[in-house]
């Protein structure tokens, strides 16, 4: 059973880049044609997605935050990273990784990591 | 973006009870190549992610009770929960997974009456 694990500073200043990494464990990143995604929920609020990497590296990024993210791959570490930049306040957010349910290429997510919570002050 | 809206956005039933839950999406999500919708549902409970419920509208993800159920085509979907147990309170999303970006519903919390 595929496990997926936030981590990162809990706290980041406004204008800095936020910075998490999602470690996997029960399965290899570059064994499969899965998508790897990040997705945040506001306080209280629904869900955005972020965007989503490919074990290959290819990379697909939601145009309301392009510009500002970067989304990578370390095959070697098991992992996957989020780099969002010159964050504000409306940047606060629970931040999710996720992996789709199968390797159908279809964006339904089948796993969840816990979520951590970064805030922007 | 497609936009996915939801209702109502909240609802309380009582124990036992069934619990409709509705989503519209501004465009069809219908995918030709397989004449599937692509219609996602989740069931968030407090301090926990999401569970994925059903996909493709009404394919019901293993593990989950046969209670929740999905239907709808094109652009308006419904989640129900047939018999409502206490375990079942949390918010629920529906998402769209025809195009890019995702997209998710703001949600619908389910309360017991």
């Known amino acids: 059973q595929v496990q997926l694990q936030e981590s990162g500073p809990g706290l980041v200043k406004p204008s800095q880049t936020l910075s998490l990494t999602c470690t996997v464990s029960?399965?290899?990143?570059?064994?499969?044609?899965?998508?790897w995604s990040w997705i945040r929920q506001h306080p209280g609020k629904g869900l955005e997605w972020i965007g989503y990497v490919y074990h290959s590296g290819s990379t697909y990024y939601n145009p309301s935050l392009r510009g500002r993210v970067i989304i990578s791959v370390d095959t070697s570490k098991n992992h996957f990273s989020l780099r969002l930049s010159s964050v504000t306040a409306a940047d606060t957010a629970v931040y999710y990784c996720a992996r789709d349910r199968d390797s159908s290429g279809f964006s339904v997510l089948g796993y969840w990591g816990q979520g951590t919570l970064v805030t922007v002050s | 973006d497609i936009v996915m809206t939801q209702s109502p956005d909240s609802l309380a039933v009582s124990l036992g009870e069934r619990a409709t839950i509705n989503c519209k999406s501004s465009q069809s999500v219908l995918y030709s190549s397989n004449n599937k919708n692509s219609l996602a549902w989740y069931q968030q409970k407090p301090g926990q992610p999401p569970k994925l419920l059903t996909y493709w509208a009404s394919t019901r993800e293993s593990g989950v009770p046969d209670r929740f159920s999905g239907s709808g085509s094109e652009t308006d979907f419904t989640l129900t929960i047939s018999s409502l147990q206490a375990e079942d309170v949390a918010v629920y999303f529906c998402?769209?997974?025809?195009?890019?970006?995702?997209?998710f519903g703001q949600g619908t919390k389910v309360e017991i009456k």
């Open positions: 998402q769209q997974y025809y195009s890019s970006p995702p997209t």
């Open positions: 029960g399965g290899s990143i570059s064994s499969g044609a899965y998508y």
